[in-house]
């Protein structure tokens, strides 16, 4: 007998909003006129562009901090125009980046247990691009590589622990670049252009790899991902302004290897590719639905699964690492909805009988270790992603502080001298003392803001207080 329908342990997966109240509500998310997710989610921090007046912000909000979300709730404020686009570093959950409409990135290390006061001083500002900052990306194995694509058609690849443009791509885009993806080791990327070309480039040579013009023959944005195998795939819409799903193998770009037409809605289609179990989630912007595919090996190739559908339109979507999953639920997958004035978490799961840790599901996936250092990236070497197991529930390390290090030329005299002289004679380094002394200025400052916070909101008690009692009268 030959199969009718294909099996896959993804054929069931189900979507399911979270209740009400494990929701953030009462946010202003940002009303931006630019494709990008408008959210950024790790496992302690989710991130949202929010409006503000006279400048950009966002806001960082610890997972657990659901509900209402008061309105002199601190944000990341330190740009003088709206934020186009964030993202955490994946190699430390405290380190977010952010590109604007002034034309900067900006780097931020979030406190540990969140923000407890506005945040205007970034840890390193990147100063490079003549037009405003819609695309940033880390690298996916390298520390301290971010990569940011402006309005002015260029690229930048930045060492951020010093602070430096180390590679700039320019003449290889003639308009504006939609988006930028890394491949898995992080040695290529690949864009979508406005022109309605694909290119796959290798950074450091500087070099295109491959090309393909008109991926998709319409004139709306199109959004191009790189997948663990080393094909490409693209959304975005045909001659007749279908939306569509197209997979490219990069050795061979002339035909793609399959397309498929979904829908006439006028959206950009979002990708989120999960390189674990290759699937991948289509979310469109101002739709109210998720559509999942499964990719594999043998043709068709793109498997359609399922549609996740809800009332509400999504301004934006953040899309959860796999180690911040519950495996204990067989949760495969988890989004941050943006809603006008909320963000709602979204579960996608696979129903199984037993408690047990499906390791079918949950193959070993990248881990928070970064595989190489950037300069050794910069030098010319790759490195795969890190991987960890999920067994036991992820368990978050103690991350490193972020620090940004100016170059400097007595750097290696001076440690050459230290080393020849005798311990005995060596002074007793300051240092430490003045790293405590700083770390308890801002442990006051924390307590101090507390303080103000409880006092005001006490203040605002009594005030409602004496309000109800008038009603009661």
């Known amino acids: 007998m030959r199969r009718v329908v294909r099996q896959s342990k993804f054929r069931h997966v189900f979507g399911q909003a ?14 931006v006129t630019w494709d990008s997710a408008f959210c950024a989610v ?22 657990h901090k659901t509900g209402r979300i008061d309105k002199s709730y601190p944000t990341v404020c330190g740009h003088t125009g709206p934020v186009l686009d964030i993202d955490w ?15 900067t990135v900006m780097v931020w290390q979030i406190p540990e247990n969140g923000l407890v006061t506005s945040m205007s001083e970034p840890v390193v500002v990147l100063e ?13 194995t390298a520390r301290n590589v971010l990569l940011s694509a402006g309005c002015d058609n260029q690229i930048i690849v930045w060492n951020v622990g ?55 023959e319409g004139a709306r944005p199109m959004r191009a991902i790189f997948l ?74 793109v498997h359609f699964l399922n549609t996740f559908a809800t009332k509400e339109p999504q301004r934006g979507m953040g899309y959860m690492p796999k180690r911040g999953l519950d495996v204990n ?10 809603h006008e004035r909320k963000c709602e978490p979204i579960v996608m799961t696979v129903p199984r009988k037993s408690d047990l840790f499906q390791d079918d599901l949950y193959p070993d996936t990248a881990g928070p270790d970064p595989a190489l250092e950037a300069e050794e990236w910069f030098e010319g070497k790759n490195g795969d992603p890190i991987l960890i197991s999920l067994k036991n529930g992820y368990v978050p390390g103690k991350n490193r502080e972020f620090k940004v290090v100016k170059k400097n030329i007595l750097d290696n005299k001076v440690t050459k001298n230290t080393e020849n002289s005798s311990p005995a004679t060596k002074p007793a380094s300051p240092t430490p003392s003045i790293k405590s002394e700083a770390k ?28 109800m009692s008038k009603i009661a009268i």
């Not at 991130?47 to 610890?62: C, K, M, T």
């Not at 992080?186 to 309605?196: E, P, Q, R, V």
Request: glycine share 6%.
């Open 329 to 338: 639920k067989c949760e495969i997958a988890r989004f941050y909805k943006l």
């Open 89 to 103: 570093c994946p190699h430390n959950d405290q380190v977010v980046a952010s590109g604007s409409e002034d034309c």
């Open 162 to 216: 010093t602070g430096e443009a180390m590679i700039t791509l320019e003449d290889m885009h003639p308009d504006v670049i939609y988006n930028v993806s890394w491949n898995r080791n992080g040695s290529l990327i690949c864009t979508a252009c406005k022109d309605k070309s694909i290119r796959v480039i290798d950074p450091r040579k500087e070099m295109i790899v491959a090309e393909k013009e008109k991926a998709h």
């Open 440 to 467: 308890l200025e801002e442990i006051l400052k924390e307590i101090k803001s507390l303080k103000d916070l409880i006092s005001s909101q006490e203040k605002r008690i009594i005030k409602l207080e004496e309000q």
């Open 18 to 31: 979270v209740k009400n109240d494990q929701c953030y509500d009462d946010i202003r998310v940002s009303r």
């Open 128 to 140: 490079g691009h003549s037009k405003r900052v819609g695309i940033i990306t880390w690298h996916p």
């Open 42 to 63: 790790n496992p302690k921090f989710v991130a949202i562009i929010i409006e503000a007046s006279g400048g950009g912000a966002f806001l960082v909000l610890p997972l």
């Open 228 to 301: 663990s195998d080393g094909n490409v795939l693209t959304t975005g819409f045909s001659r007749m302004s279908e939306r569509q799903l197209a997979l490219w193998n990069t050795q061979n770009m002339e035909e793609p290897m399959t397309v498929n037409e979904m829908d006439t809605s006028n959206g950009v289609l979002l990708p989120f590719y999960d390189p674990d179990t290759n699937v991948v989630y289509l979310c469109g912007k101002g739709d109210s639905s998720i559509r999942y595919f499964e990719i594999t090996d043998e043709a068709p190739y």
